[in-house]
Every structure is written in structure tokens, then in C-alpha cells.
T-cell receptor
Framework: DAKTTQPTSMDCAEGRAANLPCNHS???????VYWYRQIHSQGPQYIIH?????ETNEMASLIITEDRKSSTLILPHATLRDTAVYYC??????????WGAGTKLIIKP | DSGVTQTPKHLITATGQRVTLRCSPR?????VYWYQQSLDQGLQFLIQ???????AKGNILERFSAQQFPDLHSELNLSSLELGDSALYFC????????????FGPGTRLLVL
């Protein structure tokens, strides 16, 4: 099963790029890595996902290492509204998402 | 707005009681997932339905049950409630039967007194 490890918390200055790391050394070759975020107690919000290539969308970029053992979510220009808990998620053998504790990202003015 | 709706938003009840939480998925989505999030905890997957059929089961207690109806809305039934069942309950939907991009509703906050 794809267990992920993330730092408990991080700070980032408003307007700077926020780089959130994630280790997923047990991920298998066909398992995607998903990123979600949860603002306060709202429903989690999908951000991005990838398999082995780097991905970019309107919200963020996802950089996955060649060995697929880790990835980094990049929010290019963080705003105060990006303060949230960010979850890096792998999938188990039944393709169910395994949610960890996530990284609490605080954007500071 | 994800397009997933959940009712009610808040629910206060007593131990031993039974409640029903309701979820309407995004238009066109066939999969519905239920999650529980206790205070300051991560999300615990409970159960998934795909087009009316149970697809996967997570850490769902025997006191809890769910179903997905022909119009694809889903209900989560919680019975013999205990204090420890107090939590946020989220519903999510996706177009696919397997894991994929999931769209979450705003949640139902359940408080058992």
C-alpha cells in the first residue's frame, strides 16, 4: 500500500512559491499520487495528481522524482487563501485513497 | 462549489439514537464515497458505492450502513450512536468506479451528546 510521509507543518510568505514535499517510497508502479487540500473544516478540494511525469494545472504544479519515491507540490504564488492542510495521497491495492495527517501550510503576510 | 450536496449541515442527537445523512453527487458522477473525520484527525474512508452497488469498504462500523439509490443519491445510516461517533462526515463523488479525482461535499457535522 502506498503510505505517504509529509512534514507536519510549514510556513511560506505571501507571494512566494510554496513547495510541499511528500515521500511515498512504497508506491507501486501503477499507483497515482494525488494532492488534496482542506481549508479549515471544509470538504477537501482536489488539486492535482500524477503518475510519473510532472503535471501542471491552474492551481499548482506537481514534480515527481524519476524513481517515484517522492514528489513536491508547488503553489507558484501563495496567497493567504492557500492556508490549509495539504494531503499527499497514495492509493492502496484496491485503488482506495489512503489519507495521512497532511501538512498544515500557513501563508504569512 | 464542488456540485456535491450534503444534508443536514449540522446534527445534534443523543447516544443510542439513529440518524441518516444524505448526499447528492455531482451530475453525471456514478461513484459516491463516505468519509469520517474526527476532531483534528485525517479522513477515514468508510464505504464506496458505484452505480448502486457497493464497491469498497473501509473502516465502517457494523452500526453504520449506507446505500445508493437509483437516482444515485446516497444515504449513510448511523445507529446506536456513541459519543465517539461525533465527527464530520463527508461525502465525495467521482465519475469513475476506481480511485480518481473526488469531489467533496461540505460535510455534515454530527454531535452526539
Amino acid at each position: 500500500d502506498a503510505k505517504t510521509t509529509q512534514p507536519t507543518s510549514m510556513d511560506c510568505a505571501e507571494g512566494r512559491a510554496a513547495n510541499l514535499p511528500c515521500n511515498h517510497s512504497t508506491i507501486s508502479g501503477n499507483e497515482y499520487v494525488y494532492w488534496y487540500r482542506q481549508i479549515h473544516s471544509q470538504g477537501p478540494q482536489y488539486i492535482i495528481h500524477g503518475l510519473k511525469n510532472n503535471e501542471t494545472n491552474e492551481m499548482a504544479s506537481l514534480i515527481i522524482t524519476e524513481d517515484r519515491k517522492s514528489s513536491t507540490l508547488i503553489l507558484p504564488h501563495a496567497t493567504l487563501r492557500d492556508t490549509a492542510v495539504y494531503y499527499c495521497i497514495g492509493a492502496d491495492s484496491n485503488y482506495q485513497l489512503i489519507w495521512g495527517a497532511g501538512t498544515k501550510l500557513i501563508i504569512k503576510p | 462549489d464542488s456540485g456535491v450536496t450534503q444534508t443536514p449541515k449540522h446534527l445534534i442527537t443523543a447516544t443510542g439514537q439513529r440518524v441518516t445523512l444524505r448526499c447528492s453527487p455531482r451530475s453525471g458522477d456514478l461513484s459516491v464515497y463516505w468519509y469520517q473525520q474526527s476532531l483534528d484527525q485525517g479522513l477515514q474512508f468508510l464505504i464506496q458505492y458505484y452505480n448502486g452497488e457497493e464497491r469498497a469498504k473501509g473502516n465502517i462500523l457494523e452500526r453504520f450502513s449506507a446505500q445508493q439509490f437509483p437516482d444515485l443519491h446516497s444515504e449513510l445510516n448511523l445507529s446506536s450512536l456513541e459519543l465517539g461517533d461525533s465527527a464530520l462526515y463527508f461525502c465525495a463523488s467521482s465519475a469513475q468506479g476506481g480511485t480518481g479525482t473526488q469531489y467533496f461535499g461540505p460535510g455534515t457535522r454530527l454531535l452526539v451528546l
